[in-house]
C-alpha cells in the first residue's frame, strides 16, 4: 500500500491558507511586519480558486468556477470600498437568477441522454464542486482512486455502487462548508474516515462495514473537513 502521498484537495489548500494566514497574523502581533492594505485583497484568494477550477475543469466546471469569481469579486469591490455593503446588497437576487437557471438548463434544457452523461463519471478520479446548489454523482470506474469534493451553501451525492476499488490506498478529499455531502460506498468496500468537524458532523452510517482490511480489494480513505455542514457515509 502507497503511503506517505500528498493529496492537493481543496481541504489540502485551505489548510495552507490557514497555515499562512496564522503565520500573517504571528509576525504582525509580534510587530515584525505589517501587512496594512495587504488584507484588502483577501478577496482575490477566492478569484484564483475560481480561474484554477475553470481551467483545470477544462472549462466544464463553468456554473461552479464562476461562483467563486463572482463571489471573490463582490467581496473585493467591498474590500476597497468601490461599494458599500447597501450598494451591494441591491444585487442579490443575482444569486437566485443563476440558480434558476441552472435548474432550467439541467432539468429542461439539457437532452436527457447529455444530462444521463454528464451525472455518470467513469473517470478514475473525480473533482467535484457544488456552490449554491446541487449535484449528484454516479461513479462507473472499474479502478476507482479517490478524488476531490468541495461543497458549499450546496449539497452532493456521490453513488460508488457501480465503481470498483483501486487496489491502493485510495484518497477522496471533501470539504464541506455551510452544505453537506453524502457519499455511498459498496458495503464489502474497507473505508477509513479521518473527518475534523468545526460546527459540523461526519458520520459513518453504514449497517455492516467489513471489520477487516482486504488487501486486494484496496481501501478508500475519506478526509473531511466540515465546517458548519455535514459528511455522510452510506450503504449503496
Excluded at 463553468?62 to 444585487?91: A, K, P, T
Excluded at 437557471?101 to 478514475?124: G, N
Excluded at 455502487?161 to 490506498?169: H, R, V, Y
Amino acid at each position: 500500500m502507497t503511503r506517505g502521498r500528498i493529496n492537493s484537495g481543496p481541504t489540502f489548500w485551505f489548510s495552507i491558507i490557514l497555515i499562512l494566514l496564522g503565520i500573517f497574523l504571528l509576525l504582525e502581533n509580534l510587530d515584525i511586519f505589517y501587512f496594512d492594505g495587504l488584507w484588502e485583497y483577501w478577496p482575490l484568494i477566492l478569484i484564483g480558486i475560481g480561474v484554477y477550477r475553470l481551467f483545470n475543469s477544462g472549462f466544464r466546471d463553468v456554473y461552479g468556477s464562476l461562483m467563486f469569481i463572482i463571489f471573490g469579486g463582490l467581496l473585493l469591490l467591498l474590500s476597497l470600498d468601490i461599494y458599500d455593503f447597501g450598494e451591494i446588497w441591491q444585487f442579490w437576487p443575482v444569486i437566485l437568477i443563476l440558480i434558476g437557471a441552472r435548474i432550467i438548463y439541467y432539468k429542461v434544457i439539457l437532452d436527457p441522454e447529455d444530462r444521463k452523461r454528464r451525472t455518470t463519471i467513469s473517470d478514475d478520479t473525480i473533482d467535484h464542486v457544488a456552490i449554491f446548489g446541487g449535484k449528484e454523482k454516479r461513479v462507473t470506474s472499474n479502478n476507482f482512486k479517490g478524488g476531490n469534493i468541495t461543497a458549499m451553501f450546496g449539497g452532493i451525492n456521490l453513488f460508488l455502487g457501480n465503481a470498483k476499488l483501486s487496489q491502493d490506498e485510495n484518497i477522496l478529499d471533501i470539504l464541506v462548508m455551510f452544505g453537506g455531502a453524502e457519499i455511498y460506498v459498496p458495503s464489502d468496500w474497507t473505508v477509513i474516515t479521518k473527518g475534523f468537524p468545526i460546527f459540523g458532523g461526519f458520520q459513518d452510517a453504514r449497517k455492516n462495514p467489513p471489520e477487516e482490511f482486504n488487501a486486494s480489494k484496496g481501501v478508500l480513505v475519506i478526509k473531511g473537513l466540515i465546517m458548519f455542514g455535514g459528511l455522510e457515509i452510506k450503504d449503496a
